[in-house]
């Protein structure tokens, strides 16, 4: 069974740093790797999906990378805000079901 | 484009009271549907997937089941609610390579 894990589990930075999050998955046969922020008490907002062929994707101050091979993918934002407040999901994508990592609680200090 | 809308947000039922939670996609066809559970303080879990009408596959058991009446509809509902059926209840439907979409989601609190 697919397991994901990110890390950190928990990260505070102040305004305008640059972060990476990180996450790694145990089957290397998916379909798609997909990036969501969820917001306390609200749904998921997807970020960024990277399909198995890509080896990653850009939106804006955002870039997330995808290395089958190791199972690694790497969220990477540029410039952090307050609004970037959040928690950080890493969802797989195995047919039929996305496993989701237990997301990285991102903290930006104005 | 493609909206999906979940209803209600919150709801406070006692236990052994039933439930029924809808989920309706527009813009587009034959999704494939989703519902997700978010306990306090753990992962999202997939509790059923539908690939067309009237078809549902159940991923853990548990105290609630899931129908697709319509293709773009997905209700979960459950005769006798428990304590531990709390939680962050989810819906998302997925078509093809393109990732998933989440709707906003309900909370339910068995009291």
């Given amino acids: 069974k697919q397991e994901v894990t990110q890390i950190p589990a928990a990260l505070s930075v102040p305004e305008g740093e640059n972060l990476v999050l990180n996450c790694s998955f145990t089957d290397s046969a998916i379909y798609n790797l997909q990036w969501f922020r969820q917001d306390p008490g609200k749904g998921l907002t997807s970020l960024l999906l990277i399909q198995s062929s890509q080896r990653e994707q850009t939106s804006g101050r955002l870039n997330a990378s995808l290395d089958k091979s190791s199972g690694r993918s790497t969220l990477y934002i540029a410039a952090s805000q307050p609004g970037d407040s959040a928690t950080y999901l890493c969802a797989v994508d195995g047919a039929n079901n996305l496993f989701?990592?237990?997301g990285t609680r991102l903290t930006v200090i104005p | 484009s493609q909206t999906i809308h979940q209803w209600p947000a919150t709801l406070v039922q006692p236990v052994g009271s039933p439930l029924s939670l809808e989920c309706t996609v527009e813009g587009t066809s034959n999704p494939n549907l989703y519902w997700y559970r978010q306990a306090?303080?753990?992962?999202?879990?997939l509790l059923f997937y539908s690939v067309g009408i009237g078809q549902i596959s159940s991923e853990v058991p548990q105290n609630l089941s899931a129908s697709r009446p319509q293709d773009r509809q997905f209700i979960l509902s459950s005769k006798k609610l428990l304590l531990s059926d709390s939680g962050f209840y989810l819906c998302a439907w997925s078509l093809g390579?393109?990732?998933?979409t989440f709707g906003s989601g309900t909370?339910?609190?068995?009291?």
């Fill in chain 1, 100 to 102: 989701f990592g237990t």
């Fill in chain 2, 40 to 45: 306090a303080g753990r992962g999202l879990q």
């Fill in chain 2, 97 to 100: 390579s393109y990732g998933y």
């Fill in chain 2, 107 to 111: 909370r339910l609190t068995v009291v």
